[in-house]
């Protein structure tokens, strides 16, 4: 469960359907929103991404210098929420409102940081935001073969549209 303060700055995340063993491996962290001040650490998640992560994300390869451009564009125009870990930053999640109805999400986790449920509570923290906002559907789109993000919006029961290499998933936002 996540829940999101009157402020929209922090998110206190609780998974309550973690069993108390897999509790104990996920370590203690924050979900805040991020800012022009946090624009390093962002340029560091993204451009520690290795060949596989890469590929998934963007669709391609892509140069350090072409992945770090779009951190002015993530943190101005956008909705962006960190997960971090000992004060790094680990993950992200951009939102950007398509229509007043519709958002779009994109989000990474660093591959380190994997298989803890980080980026189920990146997704969660999007959703809280679209509830906040009145935001009736959150769409990400990723690569046709990155499997870590099919399990993960198969686990939000969203509805896939595949296209070419890419999935569209679009997840329901149930009203608070």
């Known amino acids: 469960m996540t829940m999101l303060d009157r402020d929209h700055s922090q998110l206190a995340i609780r998974h309550s359907r973690l069993s108390p063993t897999d509790a104990a491996l996920d370590p203690p962290h924050v979900i805040r929103v991020l800012d022009a001040r946090d624009a390093a650490a962002i340029e560091r998640l993204l451009g520690g991404l290795d060949f596989a992560a890469r590929c998934a994300r963007y669709g391609w390869i892509g140069s350090d210098a072409a992945l770090v451009r779009p951190v002015e564009g993530i943190v101005g125009?956008?909705?962006?929420?960190?997960?971090?870990?000992?004060?790094?930053?680990?993950?992200?999640?951009?939102?950007?409102?398509?229509?007043?109805?519709?958002?779009?999400?994109?989000?990474?986790?660093?591959?380190?940081?994997?298989?803890?449920?980080?980026?189920?509570a990146l997704l969660d923290a999007a959703v809280s935001w679209a509830v906040w906002n009145a935001v009736a559907t959150i769409r990400l789109t990723f690569a046709r073969h990155n499997w870590p993000m099919r399990r993960l919006v198969a686990g939000a029961d969203a509805r896939l549209d595949i296209a070419l290499d890419e999935i569209c998933a679009e997840i329901a936002v149930a009203e608070a």
């Open 77 to 120: 125009t956008r909705h962006t929420f960190g997960l971090l870990v000992a004060h790094e930053l680990v993950g992200c999640v951009e939102i950007y409102r398509e229509n007043p109805f519709c958002a779009e999400a994109a989000l990474v986790v660093d591959p380190r940081w994997r298989r803890l449920g980080f980026g189920r």
